[in-house]
Structures are given as C-alpha cells and as structure tokens.
C-alpha cells in the first residue's frame, strides 16, 4: 500500500505498521533560458500581446501597460520597454522584468510555462539544457 505524505512515497506495511520513507523526485527538462531570451525579441512578445506604441524614443516605446487596465484609454502611457535591451517597466503597477517575464505575468503563468507558451506561439523550438550544464543555467 502506498500513501501520500507531502510529496515523498511512503509505502505502509500493514502487518509491520512502519512506514519506510523513499524520496520521490519527478524532473522536468531544463530550458536554456538563456538561449531562449536570445533568440526571442522583446518586439515579437509585445507583437503579440497586441502593444500600441504611443510613442518612440531609439529602442525605447512607451504605451499603455498590458498587465492591467488602464483608466485613461489611449492617453496612459505608463509602460516602458527597451527592445535592444528586453526589458520593461510599468510605473503604475510596478512590473518588471525581461520579455520572458513580461509574458509570464501577462499568461499567468510559470516562467517555465511561459517559455514553452511562447516557443509555442512563435514557432520556435525550445532550447533545452544539456544534462551537464542544468545547474549553471540561471
């Protein structure tokens, strides 16, 4: 007989009435992240989030934020993003990140989620780690 207690297997000898712990661990492929932030733009994430630029300084674009509704339509321009650098910021809510990041919280999902998402809809293939260098990989 097996039970579960708080993600480890115990398996449960009745007769004996002794649980004997056994630890175990489901892995998912690591994704080279940083890989995937290289081969992904900030633009095309923007793209597909349907951003309107309202206005364009060099790399950076400012518009309205797509995390959360805005109360003046089409005057709020309180999200930034670098596209040379894939990053944003919105000022009113106080998100930040990278592009990963962007369409992690805009999906509500995970990063990990969000990786394999956005490699879906843009029809990439999603970079995975070597087994030797999971750990490096931040």
């Not at 007769?15 to 690591?30: F, I, N, Q």
Request: charged residues 25%.
């Amino acid at each position: 007989i097996m039970r579960i207690v708080s993600q480890e297997c115990v398996p449960y000898y009745e007769e004996l009435r002794v649980p004997l712990l056994c630890s175990v661990e489901a892995t998912m492929p690591g994704i080279d992240f940083r890989q995937l932030r290289a081969n992904v733009t900030m633009a095309e994430v923007l793209e597909i989030l349907g951003f309107a630029v309202e206005s364009r300084r060099g790399d950076q674009v400012r518009g309205a934020c797509p995390l959360h509704v805005s109360s003046k339509q089409g005057k709020h321009r309180s999200f930034s993003a670098h596209l040379g650098r894939h990053t944003f910021q919105c000022f009113k809510c106080g998100a930040s990140g990278n592009h990963l990041d962007l369409w992690a919280k805009a999906n509500k999902q995970s990063v990990y989620e969000a990786a394999l998402d956005l490699c879906a809809r843009l029809n990439k293939v999603a970079p995975w780690l070597a087994s030797e260098t999971e750990k490096r990989n931040p």
